[in-house]
Structures are given as structure tokens and as C-alpha cells.
């Protein structure tokens, strides 16, 4: 029996200390992985960690034990051998299930005393596995030492691996770790080598040579390098998951770099918040929108930046979210007010969203400043809903509130009135002063209405010069008092540009429920009062009667009327004939048109000559009732050629034409009645622009058209410039004929202007003449001649032809 010398491979050796640092390595990349793993891949690293550490503790012991020579058979037995194998294995699992469990300090030391001791044991169980012919004796101190190499090592590594799942430079952490687990491992193993004594003894009986019951170098050695290998293998399989992590690890960062760049760069405020709405995220848009910056805000309440009189609701719709979960705002867009850091209150857009991470929820606010959009719908509603001119309501908004009041008066019997109000001779102002001083004018029209108004009275701009007050409450008395302060007001004169300008104002009113029902049957009748005022020389208030609404229903149904009566031949030329008075003779006769109305029966041209001039009809009317006149004449002289003319009326718009002589001398070579058979009629509108007119009579003249002044003294005709005109005849107007055999003064009247006529080489006509007595009267103011009843009212042409013209009624009397 002897000490035993043995010798260490230095080779080998060094081969342990690597596998022992590499299967350390693996095994800390592998529990780094753990983290972030569950169910069944996590046990499979967690197997595949175990067996890498455990394997290696074993190959690193067993490699360590091929490189002590001791010149001697060494064998093993293969039951502690595997005992062996399985201490390393199985503390190795369960140190990594602990250390990945949690991160403790005391899980630390349990997992480092369970490494070390999975290691301390692995080694003195295949110490004893050895059989040779040798005892082995240990120096206890050595083994203690050995014991709390392990146990030190195993926790400095492992503490250096804590680190490392913080630290910066992960992999140099790991390395370092590994290196010193490896140490651990190595130290232990050459440690507790030390505290062996190997002494010879030959009595010692050597197993028999089968697998069985020994182990030998041969498969020991395979043992060893199939633990390598296993190390080896689970190395690639590391580095190829390690590639596939570092890629993912690599593009979620570039994911979560381009998610920073676009909330950063978006124009929305994007703002996250934790459930309790403590700010969590604020991005750049947030701050320009709202004035603060990130810093400001991040950790700071989120009804920061919600106006004060709707936070309790904000903090309470948060509050009753984080209690029932349930939606009301979340998931929508929504329009709220905000609050910027200045304290201005602005329209928000916000789209909310929530995350749910257990039992917390998180809010994502997307909010856009709608300042600009709700100004611009403001806008468009203006445009909309107002006139541009004097800001007031426009008509489509009267009608809007004048329906709600109507509702409204519905229910409580209230009155209202509609006043229609328009401007007397504002075309005037317009024409003269030009449009700016006419748009002044309406503003200012506009103030003075108002101040005649109360709160609850709507003043709105109809159109043009018309404006319509609705009095939603009011009585017939009120509605005339408003009326004529209204008025009153108007008429003081507005000064604009040193201008002084005098308007006054028409108005109708009506009144509801009695004028109507409807916003529209108020309007038109309340229009239709103020067209009376207006007719009736305006400055005045009308109220809507049933008469008036005749009155305008029978013009409406004229008007509609006149457009169709000349297609459908509606318009019959009726003649008068002019008598002279001295022999009773017949010379001419007068035209005057008749409109045969399909339902109220023949329409006196009084009623509809001022409506076609409104409507411009009287241009294609007056020149078929001249072709008419001329054909029709043109007949009769052909029976009775000493009859001088025919009278045809002429309106001053067809006389305003600047053709207008063309056109009667074409109807003259139409109808082949020569120029000395036509008179025409004149009004005294048309001689009051004897600039324009008198040029256009000599043009007639000189073409040999006979031309006579109608209602002389009804109008303005002064006889200043009665020299001017170059007249052949004029007539003296019935209201001058109607009382001259009573009347002295009427008698000196028709006298004078016989005279004066006569003086200016004028024939004198006398209209209207409907008794002897008048006739006689006329006589002896030497009047020439006379229209009248006396001798005949106006009638068809038939009539006319068989009582004046042909030969057989043709008997020298005229007197009916
Ligand atoms: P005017 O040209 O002064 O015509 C005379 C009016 O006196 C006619 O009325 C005629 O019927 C009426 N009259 C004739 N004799 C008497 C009489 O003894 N007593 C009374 N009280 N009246 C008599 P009428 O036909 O209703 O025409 C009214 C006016 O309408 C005409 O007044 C004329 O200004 C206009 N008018 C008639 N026909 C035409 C026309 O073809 N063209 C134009 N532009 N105007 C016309
Ligand atoms: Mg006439
Ligand atoms: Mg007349």
C-alpha cells in the first residue's frame, strides 16, 4: 500500500475548463430565454438548459478524470455513474426553474446552493463510482473548501447573470458569467481532485470486464464525447433561435421606432393615458395644439386640458368606464371643447380607444382641432341663413322662424303679425346715387327699423329694398303702432356723404290666425297689403283686407291671362267715332282696345293697358292693335274715302322704341293706308322728355303722320312748350267736358285752350261728350271737334261698318 502519483494531461484539462465555461455559456443564454417563453417551449429550454449544464458539469468532471493519470486501470461503476449524471442533471433543472421564477435574492442563493451542490455531488458520486485498485482518502477541509467554491462561484455567476438581464452590453455579461460558473465547476472539480488521496491496494477486487458492472476509459470516453456533443448541438440550436429572437428583437424595434416617428409627426394630438387619466404619452401635436410640452404634462390629470365646466362629468364617464367596462364615447368621434394653456376654450375632434392589460385599462386620445371646421361651417350657415349686406336674416331663415313661431302660436294663441315692408322710389335713389350709396342706405334702413323692435321681434332682409318684421306676439293695435313708428322713422332723411337722402317706406300687414296660417300665405298676403300701400302713394301702413286679396287675385289672373290673349285672339279693336261738331260729319274714328276674357267677360283697357306696360306686352300688343287699325281703315275708306284718319293710342314705351317709326311705316306699306289716314295719339308721359320725343314726332311728321296730344290737362303739359311739338290736334280730356254745360269755370277752362290751340294752329278735339248740353257748350267754345256717347261708344268693327259706313245706315245723323 503507497501514496499513488499521478500526473494531469494539460491538454485535457484545459479541454475540461472549456466545456465546463461553454456548457455554462449555453445554459445562461438559455435561461435568458426563459423569460420570455411559456407552456411547452419554456419546459423544452428548460430541459434543453438542464441537460446542457448538466451535461457539461459531468463531461467537464469525466474529461478532468481522463486527464489524471495514475498509471493505473481505472473503471466505473456504471449505477453511481448514472447517479452521477443524474445529480448533475436534476439540480441543474431545478436551480433554472428557480432563478427564471422569480428574481429574488433568495431564489438567487437557493439556485446558487443547488447548483453548487448538484456539482459538489456529481463529483464525490463519481469519485466513488471509481474502481480501480486504489483507496481514495479525503482531507476534509479540502472537500469544505471544494463545497464553498461551488457554492460562491455558482452565486457570483449567477449574480453576474442578473445583471446581465439589465445591463447594457447583455452579451459581455453572459461571457463574464459563464466564465465564472465555468470557474465554479472547474474549481470545485480540481479542488475537491485535491482533497483526494489515491493509495494503492492490491486487495482491492476489480470488477468483471462487461458493461454491467464497469465502465471502461473506451466508453467513458464516448460517454464524455456524447455530452459534448449534446453541448455542441444544443450550441447550434441556441444561436439559430438567438438569430431568429435577435431578428424579431430587431424588427420590433424598427416597428416601435416608426410607430414613435409617425405619433410624433402626426398633426393630431395623440395623448395615452393610464385608467385613472394620468398622462402617460404626449406627442409633439398635442403640444402645438394645446401649448404644453411633454414635460409638462406627462404624469399630470387629463382634465388638465378639459374646460372646467365639463371635468366632473370627464372624470366621472372615466370613472363609471373602469367600472362597468361599458362604451359611450370609446371607439367614436366625437366633437368636445378644449382647454389650451392659455386658458381658451376651442372645438375638438376626439377618437378614443382603450387597451385592457389585466385589470387596467389605458386610453388612447386622437384629437384634432376643429377650429377651422366649425368656423367655416359657421360661415356657410351665415351665407345660408343671413344677408350679406346688413347681416340680418335672409328669407330663407324667416321663413324657418316664422314657421316655429306659427307652431308655437298654435299651442298658446298668441298673435303674430307679418309687416312687409318696401321701399318707396329706392330705384330712384339707386339709379341716381349709384349702388354704394343705395347699399349705405338699406344698413342704415335696416338700424332704424330694429330700433323700433323689441328683443323677441325678427327683423329679416326679404330681398332688394324689402324687409319683413315678424311680431311673434302682438295684438292688431300693436302691429299698426310698430307700423307707423317704423314709418316715422324712415322718414327722417339719412345724410350719407354730405348727402342728404329722403326715403320713406310701404307697409302690409298681416295677421295670424286671421290673414292665414302658413309662413307663406302670411307673407304674400302681408305683401300684398303693403303693393296697396304702395299704390295708394305709399308712406303708409296697410293692413291685409279680403278686398285686397280680390283686388290682386283679379290682376294675377289678368296678368296671367294677358300673356295668352293675343295667341288666342282674345283682343278685339273696338272704334269710336270723332264727329265735327259744326256739321255732324264723321272724320275719323278712335281705336280702342278690347280684351274679350274667356271668363270675366270684356276687360276694360284701363284695367290691363298698365299691366301690359309692367310686363312689356304693350310692344307686340300696341303694334297689332295699329296693324289692326290700319287694315280695318284702311276698308272703310274704301266705301267712304272722305273719312280723314284713324286714332291709334300709343303707350310711351312702344314710343320709346328706337325703331318706332320704322315699324309704323312698315304697317302703313302693309296695309297700304296712306300716312295722312293715321293719327297717333300721344300721352303727356311721352312730351314730358321733349328731348327724346321730339326728335322721333318729327320723324313721324315728315313721313306725313298725323299726330295729337291725348287727356290734355290731366297730366303736367305745360303750355310753355305745347309750341314745340309738332302737333296736329289736341284733346281736351272728358274731366274738363264732364260739367262744362254747368259750370263756368270749366266752360273758361275749355275756352282758353281752344283758343290757345287755335293760336298754335292745332285742331281742337273734345272727348267725353255724352249730352246735347254738352255738345252745345263745346259748340260755342269753338271746339272743332267730338268724341262721345252722344253720337256712339266705341264698338267692333262690324258694328262700326254697318252703323257708320256702309251705304245703308250711312245717313248724314250722329246723333244717337
Ligand atoms: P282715352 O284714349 O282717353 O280714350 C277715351 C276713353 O273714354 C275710352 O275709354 C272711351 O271708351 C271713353 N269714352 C268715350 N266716350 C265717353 C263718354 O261719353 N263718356 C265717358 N265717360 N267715357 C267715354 P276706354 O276705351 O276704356 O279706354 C281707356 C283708356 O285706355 C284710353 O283713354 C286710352 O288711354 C287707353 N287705351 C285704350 N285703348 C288703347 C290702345 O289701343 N292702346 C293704348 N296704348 N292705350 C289704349
Ligand atoms: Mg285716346
Ligand atoms: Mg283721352
Redesign the pocket.
Known amino acids: 500500500m503507497g501514496e499513488m502519483d499521478a500526473q494531469y494531461h494539460v491538454g485535457l484539462v484545459l479541454l475540461s475548463i472549456a466545456v465546463a465555461v461553454l456548457s455554462s455559456y449555453i445554459s445562461l443564454e438559455i435561461a435568458a430565454r426563459l423569460n420570455n417563453l411559456k407552456g411547452k417551449s419554456r419546459l423544452t429550454w428548460l430541459a434543453m438548459g438542464s441537460l446542457s449544464l448538466g451535461g457539461g458539469i459531468w463531461s467537464m468532471h469525466f474529461v478532468a478524470m481522463l486527464a489524471y493519470d495514475m498509471g493505473m486501470n481505472v473503471t466505473y461503476e456504471p449505477v453511481l455513474l448514472t447517479i452521477s449524471i443524474l445529480f448533475s442533471i436534476v439540480s441543474s433543472g431545478i436551480a433554472f426553474y428557480l432563478i427564471k421564477k422569480s428574481g429574488s435574492r433568495l431564489t438567487q442563493i437557493a439556485s446558487s446552493i443547488l447548483i453548487g451542490t448538484g456539482i459538489v455531488l456529481m463529483h464525490y458520486v463519481g469519485m466513488e463510482a471509481m474502481q480501480m485498485q486504489a483507496v481514495i482518502q479525503y482531507d476534509m477541509w479540502i472537500v469544505a473548501l471544494s463545497v464553498v467554491i461551488a457554492m460562491v462561484a455558482s452565486f457570483v455567476a449567477l449574480n453576474l447573470f442578473r445583471t446581465s438581464s439589465t445591463a447594457k452590453n447583455r452579451k459581455r455579461w453572459i461571457t463574464l458569467s459563464s466564465l465564472v460558473m465555468g470557474a465554479a465547476i472547474s474549481g470545485m472539480h480540481y479542488t475537491g481532485m485535491a482533497s483526494a488521496t489515491f493509495i494503492h491496494d492490491s486487495s482491492v477486487k476489480m470488477p468483471q470486464d462487461d458493461l454491467t458492472s464497469q465502465v471502461g476509459p473506451t466508453v467513458l470516453g464516448f460517454l464524455v464525447a456524447i455530452g459534448i456533443l449534446m453541448i455542441i448541438g444544443f450550441t447550434i440550436v441556441l444561436l439559430r433561435y438567438k438569430a431568429k429572437i435577435e431578428d424579431s428583437d430587431h424588427r420590433l424595434e424598427v416597428i416601435d421606432r416608426m410607430y414613435h416617428s409617425i405619433i410624433q409627426s402626426a398633426n393630431d394630438a395623440i395623448i395615452t393615458s393610464d385608467h385613472k387619466g394620468v398622462i402617460l404619452s404626449w406627442n409633439e401635436a398635442a403640444g402645438k395644439i394645446f401649448g404644453y410640452t411633454s414635460t409638462e404634462m406627462i404624469g399630470k390629470p387629463l382634465h388638465t386640458i378639459v374646460p372646467h365646466d365639463f371635468r366632473q362629468a370627464h372624470i366621472d364617464g372615466m370613472e363609471r368606464y373602469n367600472q362597468t367596462n361599458q362604451k359611450k364615447v370609446i371607439g367614436q368621434t366625437v366633437e368636445l371643447t378644449g382647454l389650451n394653456k392659455s386658458g381658451k376654450e376651442f372645438p375638438i375632434e376626439l377618437s378614443l380607444s382603450t387597451t385592457q392589460d389585466g385589470e387596467n385599462s389605458y386610453f388612447t386620445g386622437i384629437i384634432r382641432n376643429i377650429t377651422e371646421r366649425v368656423e367655416s361651417q359657421k360661415r356657410i350657415k351665415e351665407l345660408v341663413y343671413r344677408d350679406e349686406l346688413t347681416n340680418l336674416p335672409n328669407r330663407r331663415m324667416l321663413k324657418e322662424h316664422l314657421t316655429s313661431y306659427i307652431e308655437q302660436a298654435k299651442l298658446d294663441g298668441h298673435m303674430i303679425a307679418v309687416l312687409f315692408l318696401d321701399l318707396d322710389r329706392f330705384k330712384q335713389i339707386n339709379d341716381v346715387y349709384g349702388h354704394s350709396i343705395g347699399d349705405v342706405l338699406l344698413k342704415e334702413i335696416a338700424v332704424r327699423i330694429q330700433r323700433c323692435l323689441s328683443t323677441k321681434d325678427l327683423l329679416a332682409r326679404q330681398s332688394g329694398d324689402e324687409f319683413v318684421v315678424v311680431l311673434p306676439q302682438t295684438s292688431h293695435y300693436q302691429a299698426g303702432y310698430v307700423a307707423r313708428q317704423i314709418i316715422n322713422n324712415i322718414s327722417t332723411p339719412v345724410v350719407i356723404d354730405d348727402l342728404e337722402l329722403y326715403t320713406s317706406t310701404s307697409i302690409g300687414i298681416s295677421l295670424y290666425p286671421e290673414d292665414g296660417e302658413t309662413a307663406s300665405t302670411l307673407l304674400k298676403h302681408a305683401d300684398t297689403a303693403m303693393y296697396e300701400a304702395k299704390k295708394e302713394g305709399g308712406n303708409q301702413y296697410y293692413y291685409f283686407t279680403n278686398e285686397i286679396n280680390e283686388i290682386i287675385s283679379r290682376k294675377m289672373v289678368l296678368e296671367t291671362g294677358l300673356r295668352k290673349a293675343l295667341e288666342r285672339e282674345e283682343l278685339e279693336?273696338?272704334y269710336?267715332p270723332q264727329v265735327e261738331v259744326k256739321t255732324d260729319k264723321i272724320v275719323g274714328f278712335?281705336?280702342?282696345?278690347?280684351w274679350n276674357h274667356p271668363e270675366l267677360g270684356t276687360v276694360?283697357?284701363?284695367d290691363f293697358?298698365p299691366l301690359?306696360?309692367e310686363t312689356n306686352l304693350?310692344i307686340p300688343?300696341?303694334e297689332w292693335?295699329l296693324r289692326e287699325?290700319c287694315r280695318e281703315f284702311k276698308e272703310w275708306l274704301k266705301v267712304k274715302p272722305d273719312l280723314k284718319h284713324v286714332s291709334?293710342?300709343?303707350?310711351a314705351l312702344?314710343f320709346r322704341q328706337p325703331n318706332f317709326p320704322e315699324i309704323v311705316a312698315d304697317i302703313l306699306a302693309e296695309t297700304e293706308l296712306m300716312p295722312q289716314n293715321l293719327e297717333l295719339?300721344l300721352?303727356e308721359t311721352i312730351v314730358q322728355d321733349p328731348k327724346r320725343a321730339i326728335p322721333i314726332m318729327k320723324q313721324l311728321k315728315a313721313m306725313g303722320v298725323k299726330l295729337s296730344l291725348?287727356?290734355f290737362g290731366t297730366g303736367y303739359s305745360s303750355f310753355s312748350y305745347l309750341k314745340d311739338f309738332p302737333l296736329d290736334t289736341l284733346?281736351i280730356?272728358?274731366s274738363f267736358t264732364?260739367e262744362i254745360h254747368l259750370s263756368a269755370k270749366d266752360k273758361a277752362v275749355v275756352e282758353t285752350i281752344v283758343h290757345m290751340a287755335k293760336r298754335l294752329g292745332l285742331n281742337v278735339i273734345a272727348?267725353?261728350?255724352?249730352t246735347t248740353d254738352q255738345l252745345a257748350s263745346i259748340l260755342e267754345s269753338n271746339c272743332n271737334e267730338f268724341?262721345?256717347?252722344?253720337c256712339s261708344?266705341?264698338l267692333p268693327y262690324t258694328q262700326i261698318t254697318d252703323k257708320f259706313i256702309t251705304p245703308k245706315i250711312f245717313e248724314p245723323t250722329s246723333k244717337v
Open positions: 279693336v273696338y269710336q278712335e281705336a280702342l282696345i278690347r276694360s283697357p284701363a293697358i301690359a306696360e304693350i300688343m300696341g292693335i287699325s291709334v293710342n300709343i303707350s312702344q295719339e300721352t291725348d287727356d284733346k280730356d272728358k264732364k272727348e267725353g261728350i255724352e268724341q262721345g256717347y252722344l261708344p266705341p
